[in-house]
C-alpha cells in the first residue's frame, strides 16, 4: 500500500511523465527487449517501431498516476488492458522484468536529481500496486475462460480444416481443436491469439472471430500486409491439416444487448468482428444498419455473404462505400465516408448503439461524425486491430 508521502511524490511527478512519458517508455521498451529476450516474443515488433505500443503504456501509466486516489475510475482501460494482456497470455512472473526495467527507465530519463530514492521507492510502490490490480483481474479471467464450457488455460492445439479466399487480400482460416472437444462460444466482437514459429521465432498475434462461435470451431479473417510476418505466413504456408496453438478468446469490444437500432461501421478488415455481430443481431428482431468502406469491389469481402443476408432478413439494411471512382458502379457511394452520407444511411431516429472498427483516420472520422450526428458518445464502440490509440 502506498502511504501519503507516495501518493503526493506521484501526483506530483504526473506533469513530469506527461512531458517525458514516451521518451519514457520508449527507453524503458528498449532496455527490456534487449536485456530479457524471454518476453520479447509478447510484443509485436511493428507496433514498437511505429511507436504505438509505447504510446499505449505511456497512456496507462499515466492515467494510473492522475487516478491514484480513485482507482475505480480506472475502470474501462483495465478492462481494455486486461483483455489484451489474457488474449496474449501476459503471465505474473513477466511483472517484476516490466518493472525493474520501467524504474530504471525513470532513473535514467529523468537524471538522478529529479528521480532521488524517495521518488523510485514511490513508483516502485505504485507500480507494485497496479501490477496487483492487474495480475488479479488477468486471473480471473484466465480461470473463468479455464472453467468455461469448452474453455482451456495457456495454449491449445488447433488444426486448419479449411481456408477460403474472400477478396484479392483477405483470406478466411477455420481451426478445429485437434481433441475433437468442444470449444469456448466466444461472444461476438472477441479476438483469439495465435502462437506461431516461423523462422525459428516465436509470434503471437490478435485476430477478430469473423463468425459468430458455433462451439466447434472459430474462424478468422486476415488481410495480407505487406512486408506483415504473420499475416503473410498465414496466408502462403498455412496449408489445410497443419496445426497451431491458439489461446482462448477474449476482448471487451463485445455486442451488448439492447434494443436500439444497431449501426456496424467498418472500414477494410476492421469488417471481421462486425460480421459476428451481425449475424448475432438478425438471431433477434434488432434493427441492423451494416455499413462497410472498402477501397474498391476487388478488396471488398463477405459482400455477397451480407447480400443473401440483407435478401432474407428485411430488418437489416446495408450499405457501401468505395473510396475508388474505378468500378464503383454497384457501391452506394464513391469517395472517403462523409458526415452526410453516412447521415443519410443511418435510422432517422439517433439513439442507436454504434460499432466501429478500419484504419485509425477512418475510425477517428467516424467518431467525429457519429457526434456531429447527434449519437450518444456512451453509444459509440470501438476497438483497435493494435495498441489502442488516441481518436482526436
Ligand atoms: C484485437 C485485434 C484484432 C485483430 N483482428 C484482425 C483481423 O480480424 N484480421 C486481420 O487481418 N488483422 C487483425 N488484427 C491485426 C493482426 O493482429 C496483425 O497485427 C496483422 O495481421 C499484421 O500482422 P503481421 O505479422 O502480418 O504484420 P507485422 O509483421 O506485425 O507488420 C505489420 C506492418 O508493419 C511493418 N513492419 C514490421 N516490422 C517493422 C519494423 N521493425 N519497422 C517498420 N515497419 C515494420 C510491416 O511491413 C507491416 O506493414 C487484429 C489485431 C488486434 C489487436
Ligand atoms: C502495470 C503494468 C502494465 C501496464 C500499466 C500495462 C499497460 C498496457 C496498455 C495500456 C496496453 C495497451 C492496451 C490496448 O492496446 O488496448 C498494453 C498492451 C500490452 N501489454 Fe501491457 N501493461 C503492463 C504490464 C505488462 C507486462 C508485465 C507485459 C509482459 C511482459 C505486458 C505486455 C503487453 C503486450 C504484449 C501488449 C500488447 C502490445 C501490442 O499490441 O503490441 N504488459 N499494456
Not at 489474457?86 to 532513473?107: D, F, K, M, T
Not at 495457456?154 to 480444416?161: D, K, S, W, Y
Request: proline share 5%; hydrophobic share 40%; glycine share 8%.
Amino acid at each position: 500500500m502506498l502511504n501519503a508521502e507516495q501518493r503526493a511524490i506521484i501526483k506530483a511527478t504526473v506533469p513530469l511523465l506527461e512531458t517525458g512519458g514516451e521518451a519514457l517508455t520508449t527507453h524503458f521498451y528498449k532496455m527490456m527487449l534487449s536485456e530479457y529476450p524471454e518476453v520479447r516474443p509478447l510484443f509485436n515488433q511493428a507496433h514498437q517501431a511505429s511507436g504505438d505500443q509505447p504510446r499505449a503504456l505511456a497512456n496507462g501509466v499515466l492515467m494510473y498516476a492522475r487516478h491514484i486516489d480513485q482507482l475505480e475510475q480506472l475502470g474501462g482501460l483495465v478492462g481494455q488492458i486486461i483483455n489484451k494482456h489474457v488474449a496474449l497470455q501476459i503471465l505474473p512472473e513477466h511483472y517484476p522484468i516490466v518493472g525493474s526495467c520501467l524504474l530504471r527507465a525513470i532513473e535514467e530519463v529523468l537524471g538522478k536529481e529529479i528521480a532521488t530514492p524517495e521518488v523510485i521507492a514511490a513508483w516502485a510502490a505504485a507500480y507494485g500496486q497496479l501490477a496487483d490490480i492487474l495480475i488479479g483481474a488477468e486471473e480471473s479471467l484466465y480461470k473463468q475462460k479455464e472453467e468455461a464450457a469448452g474453455g482451456w488455460r495457456g495454449t491449445r492445439e488447433f488444426r486448419l480444416v479449411r481456408r477460403e479466399q474472400e477478396s484479392s487480400e483477405i483470406t478466411s482460416f477455420y481451426f478445429a481443436p485437434v481433441d475433437g472437444q468442444p470449444v469456448l462460444k466466444a461472444e461476438p466482437g472477441q479476438y483469439i491469439g495465435l502462437q506461431l514459429f516461423i523462422d525459428g521465432a516465436e509470434q503471437r498475434r490478435n485476430y477478430s472471430l469473423s463468425a459468430l462461435c458455433d462451439g466447434q470451431q472459430y474462424r478468422i479473417s486476415v488481410k495480407r500486409e505487406e512486408g506483415g510476418k504473420v499475416s503473410n505466413y498465414l496466408h502462403d504456408q498455412l496449408v489445410v491439416g497443419d496445426t497451431l496453438q491458439l489461446f482462448p478468446p477474449a476482448g471487451d469490444f463485445t455486442l451488448a444487448a439492447s434494443d436500439k437500432p444497431l449501426v456496424l461501421i467498418s472500414g477494410g478488415v476492421g469488417i471481421t468482428p462486425t460480421l459476428a455481430m451481425l449475424e448475432a443481431a438478425l438471431q433477434t428482431q434488432r434493427e441492423v444498419h451494416f455499413i462497410h468502406c472498402a477501397r474498391n469491389g476487388a478488396v471488398h469481402a463477405f459482400r455477397d455473404w451480407v447480400d443473401g443476408l440483407a435478401e432474407r432478413h428485411p430488418q437489416l439494411k446495408r450499405f457501401y462505400c468505395y473510396a475508388e471512382e474505378e468500378g464503383a458502379q454497384s457501391a452506394d457511394a464513391v469517395g472517403l465516408l462523409s458526415q452526410d452520407v453516412l447521415g443519410e444511411w443511418l435510422p432517422r431516429e439517433r439513439d442507436v448503439d454504434a460499432y466501429f472498427l478500419g484504419p485509425k483516420s477512418f475510425m477517428a472520422a467516424v467518431k467525429r461524425q457519429l457526434k456531429g450526428l447527434g449519437v450518444p458518445e456512451q453509444q459509440s464502440r470501438y476497438e483497435f486491430f493494435g495498441p489502442a490509440a488516441a481518436l482526436e
